[in-house]
Nanobody, 122 residues
Framework: QVQLVESGGGLVQAGGSLRLSCAGSGRSFSNYAMGWFRQAPGKEREFVAAVSRSTVNTWYADSVKGRFTISRDNAKSAVYLQMNSLKPEDTAVYYC???????????????WGQGTQVTISS
């Protein structure tokens, strides 16, 4: 079992940056692929980015490619999302998730954090 806790959300102006962190606890954090998803009010939860267990492979939604960077530090049981050039449409609750294989589908992940709010003002 893995417990996940996100932090780093907040209110920033468009064009600004934020770095989200997700701290994992429990055994075998490095055995899980990690993903970031987001959910805006009235919308379905959507994929943002994912990183493989070994950190070799990363994947991004087209909407964030070139602006967001996912990384992980298995020694610290942590995954990060660096978000640059933020836009108002990036406003959402951001969730980190852990799963055996990763990918862009929510049902590929077994464990979820509680989420952190990101609000981008225009």
């Amino acid at each position: 079992q893995v417990q996940l806790v996100e932090s780093g959300g907040g209110l920033v102006q468009a064009g600004g940056s934020l770095r989200l962190s997700c701290a994992g606890s429990g055994r075998s954090f490095s055995n899980y692929a990690m993903g970031w998803f987001r959910q805006a009010p009235g919308k379905e939860r959507e994929f943002v980015a994912a990183v493989s267990r070994s950190t070799v492979n990363t994947w991004y939604a087209d909407s964030v490619k070139g602006r967001f960077t996912i990384s992980r530090d298995n020694a610290k049981s942590a995954v990060y999302l660096q978000m640059n050039s933020l836009k108002p449409e990036d406003t959402a609750v951001y969730y980190c998730a852990a799963g055996p294989y990763g990918g862009d589908r929510t049902n590929a992940y077994n464990y979820w954090g509680q989420g952190t709010q990101v609000t981008i003002s225009s």
